[in-house]
């Protein structure tokens, strides 16, 4: 492995190190706030009091959003966008990465040959380090997106054609 490839491949783990390192220690705090919280509401359940008004209760999401938020139709098309053009941009990347990344090589049959028989210059074979191929990863993301947006279609006519409900 060339310098330059130990280089990358140190910065990427580095990068997945930090990210999980990231997620976990978000999780761990989550747990330790939803840990108070159960402790605060069996302390008061028993003394006799009634448990204290949480996020729930006050019409938020344990997640921190708007109670309703998550069943609207237009958080189907937002999150249908953004999956979708996730998954562009990452085909884009991976193909215009392909497209400029060359290297070019010397074959191996080349220096199997007697010195006197080789020609000069050598014969250059040029490879691409990234397949095109690669991009097609964007597809994943792209049908995430797309199912949100026919989930957005399909549910945004059934709530026309349901009769308001009466309060």
């Keep these: 492995m060339t310098d330059r490839g130990l280089i990358l491949a140190m910065l990427l783990l580095t990068i997945m190190v930090v990210v999980v390192a990231r997620l976990m220690w978000t999780s761990y705090l989550n747990h330790k706030r939803w840990a108070m919280q159960h402790q605060e509401r069996m302390a008061a359940l028993e003394k006799g009091l009634p448990p204290p008004a949480g996020p729930a209760a006050e019409g938020w999401l344990s997640n921190g959003s708007p109670r309703g938020l998550s069943t609207s139709p237009s958080y189907y098309l937002l999150r249908g966008l953004v999956w979708l053009f996730v998954g562009i941009a990452t085909m884009a990347f ?22 006197e028989e080789r020609k000069f210059p050598p014969p250059t074979a040029r490879r691409q380090p990234i397949p095109v191929g690669w991009s097609t990863l964007g597809l994943i993301p792209a049908g995430v997106g797309i199912a949100y947006l026919i989930f957005y279609r399909v549910e945004g006519r059934r709530r026309k054609e349901e009769p308001p409900e009466k309060a």
């Design 94 to 115: 991976f193909a215009a990465i392909s497209a400029t990344t060359v290297e070019e090589s010397v074959p191996s049959w080349y220096y199997s040959q007697p010195s």
